[in-house]
């Protein structure tokens, strides 16, 4: 076996190898802070790629962001009563507003509050509230907005980036005159995502609607999207609610018609979160660690001067820079190649293994050999580590955006074969069970079978293979009905179950 | 008198005019969680601009972005003693980690925490933790990072924008081998914060030392930015923090030097906040509304068509969409020129009215008139609202940089003219006095006088006149000695005293 720069392998233990990819790309870690992570300069600067790209999807559909208080009245909250209750069991209550000594000399809480605040577990109360001043009239709608924001929910287990007691995140809230309007508007910011998400991030998704038993507290429909991650597990990648009247009626967030009648409006909410970056490894990484797409890497190429006599230095270093130079002239989605020089020639093979570990797109070396032609030696993340070419550094610039481009669609087309290998369509219930059983090493990943809609059925299957639907795909036109293989009874369409993080 | 579109005046009223200006430019308003404020988009996107340029500046000067938990476990917190005490009064308090119903049916705190969790009044303690992790070896030295985050200190007195429960800021921390480089590091990042407010803020500072009942808690030195508002008195819009090793001890931050030897390390810490919005409105607005520096406003150029015959409707939006395209073409501060068109002529007189409020600095219409020739009738922000020029649209075009960066000096100047008219060089008691006296409407502002170090008269001058040093300028090298007019002993140097927000 070839050495590998992550142990275990994905093989040998795949939840241990995502933890070791996590680490040796030096992008989280575990903070003193329970079920919260600090998230690393590496792990951060893909995390405001994201941002900034997304950001920019979210102002094209005219969406303003804005900033809302991260407290929440205790009341606002519970004025939802599905909402409510979705949330109640890990809400962060800050009961106390300072902080005195007590007998003992130990600091203790003192200026408890009338109102206990919760810290947002999601931001439609508080929101809603706001909506409900600035809507008076059908001038006013349709309303949409935007927040970035940090978030907390007590979780039980965590992992990081998958699921963590606090969270960064990106919610949009939108209200709208009538259901067919938020609706529509709901299933349009899906698609922003399905678009972000697989173009940006690389990352093949099925689009749905969850099952009523895995929607959002307090929505009518929650549409979402799922990725296959290498385990074949489904991952839950954002998800878009059409809330229907729950929160403008407990909100009282009402608009005059025309003809002046109070109507309460139609609202939504959308969100994708700091999980986008466990999708983004668990998609993509190998056994020698991170692998990032190009379009959200925070380097596209590292440079690495090669110097065994100091003799060539000068010259060496001049063409790095100057090699580094021409690449951050050149525009790739609207934005300079990012390009970093490493003479940290001290740190020997650890110096190339780090951007190995971290995932950079391409590695680039130029020692004597190379300068004494112009040329460079190349290694690009997806290709095993040894795999290099030569070639003129104008060659490199030349194609360096058509390289990138290239990556970029090769790891979404690897994991999208990948999504299908391990996609099976299933009619028995005897298949369905075989296909999740623990021992079945082929099986596992999506299983498209028909479900009659009851949700008994879905608890048991969940009680007894802990797999769940993931999503109704029911924007696929081609679906058609048949029979449940759980209950014979009639299906309107197979959905897709799957173990899920 | 002029009709003005704040109701009231600077003159009539300066605190309820700031409040006025902040609402008709739909910048934020009050929530309904105590002291917190929901930054509506104007707002929000002004602090966009502040935070993707100074994002730029401090990556410049090598601070990797990271995200630390907003949650402190008291424990962490009680490490550094003066620190703790510095902020005990005003801590949001995390007692319990659900919500359960009670006997009444209502919900109540449950699953209380063994530790109580502070919500981070600014995070040293936490980021400390980490760099005691992460700080080995000399190698690790000097280790610079930045957070963007939201804060929460529990004020009594609350002000949108000025002092609020939540707000947001950036706050960097870094940590050197020696105390000489942590303070030149801390005085560096303090000029950061110079060249960022007066160029891209148009605020003229004074920059200097806080005397050492004004530091930081924990700091052996807090460098910092004063700004002089239109009502002359003073706002701290920035600090950077000498925090020696007090934070290095407490939480035992240590490094290996190169014999080997365990050496704690000296931190320093700096930060700005959605406090510059409020300096930025004070130091600029007018009776009209906000007037926004060029450099950071969300828009720089609104083009208003201006239709009275439907027969012409199609050719004046034919040239402003071309117009607004060619300016979007062009480049200002390494940004594209952003444009709106408004098009919404049923407003009537509200349509420009609303753009004064919110401070655009340029506003061009476009009508049949000017469509005829190709022409534009412009207005500049800071000049009266009636006073308008037409012009060719290519000369409009031509002359937009120098135009915006015109309009960003003049403010700049205006501020600083005005900054000057009102500093006062004292140097009796009784004079100072005066100066600052409630019914002497030709003082305050800025006093220059000298102070020999002693607390008390600090202190005395703060309960009689409610003013305060607010620097003591250090790096001014043309400071000279004298004698301190309220003790008549040795001065060296004189130090700025004014009211303060």
């Avoid at 405001?48 to 962001?65: A, F, G, P, S, T």
């Avoid at 009245?73 to 000594?101: D, I, N, Q, R, Y």
Wanted: negative net charge; contains cysteine.
């Amino acid at each position: 076996m070839a050495r590998t720069a992550i142990t275990p392998t994905r093989e040998e233990n795949y939840p241990e190898w995502y933890q070791q990819v996590v680490k040796s790309a030096e992008m989280a870690e575990v903070s003193p802070v329970r079920g919260c992570m600090i998230i690393k300069p590496w792990g951060y600067a893909l995390w405001e790629q994201i941002q900034k790209q997304l950001d920019e999807k979210i102002k094209d559909v005219d969406h303003d962001n804005i900033y809302c208080p991260l407290l929440i009245p205790l009341s606002f909250l519970e004025k939802e009563a599905e909402h409510v209750s979705g949330f109640a069991k890990e809400c962060a209550v800050v009961t106390h507003s300072k902080l005195v000594k007590g007998d003992d000399g130990k600091l203790v809480p003192a200026g408890p509050l009338e109102e206990p605040l919760v810290i947002r577990p999601t931001s439609e109360a508080i929101i809603g509230d706001a909506f409900a001043r600035w809507i008076q009239s059908h001038r006013d709608l349709p309303l949409r907005i935007n927040q970035w924001a940090n978030i907390v929910r007590w979780e039980m287990r965590t992992r990081m980036f998958l699921r963590t007691t606090e969270f960064l995140w990106q919610e949009g809230h939108t209200a709208h005159a009538t259901a067919d309007e938020a609706d529509e508007e709901s299933k349009r910011n899906l698609q922003v995502y399905v678009n972000f998400v697989q173009d940006h991030l690389a990352m093949p998704v099925i689009k749905g609607e969850k099952s009523p038993s895995e929607r959002f507290p307090g929505a009518t429909a929650t549409y979402c999207i799922e990725a296959m991650m290498q385990d074949k597990k489904a991952l839950q990648a954002g998800t878009s609610h059409f809330l229907g009247q729950s929160f403008a009626k407990a909100l009282d967030i009402a608009y005059s018609d025309d003809q002046g009648h109070r109507q309460h409006v139609w609202t939504t909410s959308w969100g994708v979160s700091t999980r986008l970056i466990g999708g983004i490894i668990m998609v993509h990484s190998d056994d020698d660690g991170l692998m990032l797409p190009p379009r959200v890497a925070p380097l596209h190429v590292v440079i690495m001067p090669i110097i065994h006599n100091e003799a060539d230095q000068a010259n060496i270093m001049a063409q790095c820079e100057s090699l580094a130079q021409k690449l951050r002239e050149i525009t790739y989605h609207c934005a300079p190649i990012r390009v970093k020089i490493d003479a940290n020639i001290e740190q020997g093979g650890r110096r190339a293994w780090n951007w190995v570990k971290k995932g950079v797109p391409i590695r680039v070396e130029v020692g004597a050999r190379e300068a004494a032609d112009n040329s460079a030696t190349i290694n690009l993340r997806y290709t095993p580590y040894k795999e290099k070419r030569t070639c003129s550094q104008a060659l490199l610039i030349a194609e360096v955006v058509e390289t990138l481009d290239n990556i970029q669609h090769h790891l979404f087309q690897r994991a999208l074969d990948f999504q299908k290998a391990h996609t099976k369509i299933i009619d028995s219930h005897e298949d369905f069970y075989a296909f999740f059983a623990d021992d079945n090493k082929e099986g596992h990943g999506f299983a498209l079978a028909h479900w009659n809609g009851d949700a008994a059925i879905e608890e048991k299957i969940k009680q007894d293979l802990k797999v769940t639907i993931r999503c109704i795909p029911v924007f696929d036109e081609s679906a058609e009905a048949g029979i449940c293989p759980f209950s014979s009874e009639i299906s309107p369409q197979r959905v897709i179950w799957a173990k899920a993080y």
